[in-house]
Structure formats: structure tokens, C-alpha cells
């Protein structure tokens, strides 16, 4: 399984950016799609996360009504619209997949064996 981040940069304070998280067919069949995010010096931290062709989403509470989750058609693609960035919001963004999570556990790390490269995210 190969993740495919894209989509990070630069952009001032209030401002937008759209992560991609790409994989090939059928990859997301079977798995939930979680973005997380690890700033200076602070842990990995689950963001949104999304089981494409259910619908159903979950977010941290820092980014509850900024940050919106969705798929593809084809649910090859995963993205991630970050609406009214903020400087604490700097940091490395990777999706990561897996078959273990749920609702009670999304944002835990260790429940994802696929991991993309990561794309850096910063809000001056």
C-alpha cells in the first residue's frame, strides 16, 4: 500500500490550503483514511479522519468547523480542506490507513500500518 501526500506549503494566517492523500485503486476498499500532524517539537496528533463510501467523519476538537474531510468518487483520493489556518496549525501532515480503527479509536497511531511521506504545512 503506498500513500501519496500533496498539496502542502506556505500561506499567511486566516488563509486555505486542500492535502491530498492519493493511493491506488481499491486501496481504501477496506480501510479508514486518518490525516495526522506533527508540529515542532509535539507528538503525532489525529486531525480527520474518514471511511470512504461510509461517510462518516471525526475530528480533533482544534479543528472542529475549520478542517473538512472528504473522498473521491473513485475513493482513490483523500483530502483535506483546512479552512482559517492559524500558526498553531504548522506542522507535517501524513495520512496513514488501517482496518483497526473506529469511531473510540481513529486518532490512535498504532492502529495504522500505512503511512504516507508527509507534507509540510506552514501558517505565518
Known amino acids: 500500500v503506498q500513500l501519496v501526500e500533496s498539496g502542502g506549503g506556505s500561506v499567511q494566517n486566516g488563509g486555505s490550503l486542500r492535502l491530498s492523500c492519493a493511493a491506488s485503486?481499491?486501496?481504501?476498499?477496506?480501510?479508514?483514511v486518518t490525516w495526522f500532524r506533527q508540529g515542532p517539537g509535539k507528538e503525532r496528533e489525529g486531525v480527520a479522519s474518514?471511511?470512504?463510501?461510509?461517510?462518516?467523519?471525526y475530528y480533533a476538537a482544534s479543528v472542529k468547523g475549520r478542517f473538512t474531510v472528504s473522498e473521491d468518487f473513485a475513493k482513490t483520493t483523500v483530502f483535506l480542506h483546512m479552512d482559517s489556518l492559524t500558526p498553531e496549525d504548522t506542522a507535517t501532515y501524513y495520512c496513514?490507513?488501517?482496518?483497526?480503527?473506529?469511531?473510540?479509536?481513529?486518532?490512535?497511531?498504532?492502529?495504522?500500518?500505512?503511512w504516507g511521506q508527509g507534507t509540510q504545512v506552514t501558517v505565518s
Open positions: 496513514a490507513a488501517g482496518s483497526g480503527a473506529n469511531s473510540d479509536n481513529w486518532f490512535k497511531t498504532s492502529l495504522y500500518p500505512y
Open positions: 485503486a481499491n486501496t481504501f476498499d477496506t480501510k479508514r
Open positions: 474518514i471511511y470512504p463510501g461510509r461517510f462518516r467523519t
